[in-house]
Nanobody
Framework: QVHLVESGGGLVQPGGSVRLSCAAS????????MAWYRQAAGKQRERVAS???????NYTDSVKGRFTLSRDNAKATVYLQMNNLKPEDTAVYSC?????????WGQGTLVTVSS
């Protein structure tokens, strides 16, 4: 079993920055992918960013150039640095860890972008 804990959410002003963390614990394999998803009120969940076990990243178009996803394998932790935040970035952000035939989710952390 794997347990994911997100942290770093909160209230931030437009144009501000926030760094989210997702720490994994438990039976973690040597190779796994990580991703951040978000779900805004009344909208479908979307994948924001992902990173493979080899460090390749992918971002949804709306966050390219503003968000950066990184990982620390020694700590089994991923970080989502979010800069130049916009009100439309307001959502519950959840991390996902996956490898073949397995996927685990964190509980989510709320990011609110508002003045």
């Amino acid at each position: 079993q794997v347990h994911l804990v997100e942290s770093g959410g909160g209230l931030v002003q437009p144009g501000g920055s926030v760094r989210l963390s997702c720490a994994a614990s438990g039976s973690i394999p040597s190779s796994y992918d990580m991703a951040w998803y978000r779900q805004a009120a009344g909208k479908q969940r979307e994948r924001v960013a992902s990173i493979t076990s080899s460090g390749n990243t992918n971002y949804t178009d709306s966050v390219k150039g503003r968000f950066t996803l990184s990982r620390d394998n020694a700590k089994a932790t991923v970080y989502l640095q979010m800069n130049n935040l916009k009100p439309e970035d307001t959502a519950v952000y959840s991390c996902r860890m996956s490898w073949p035939y397995r996927a685990y989710w964190g509980q989510g952390t709320l990011v609110t972008v508002s003045s």
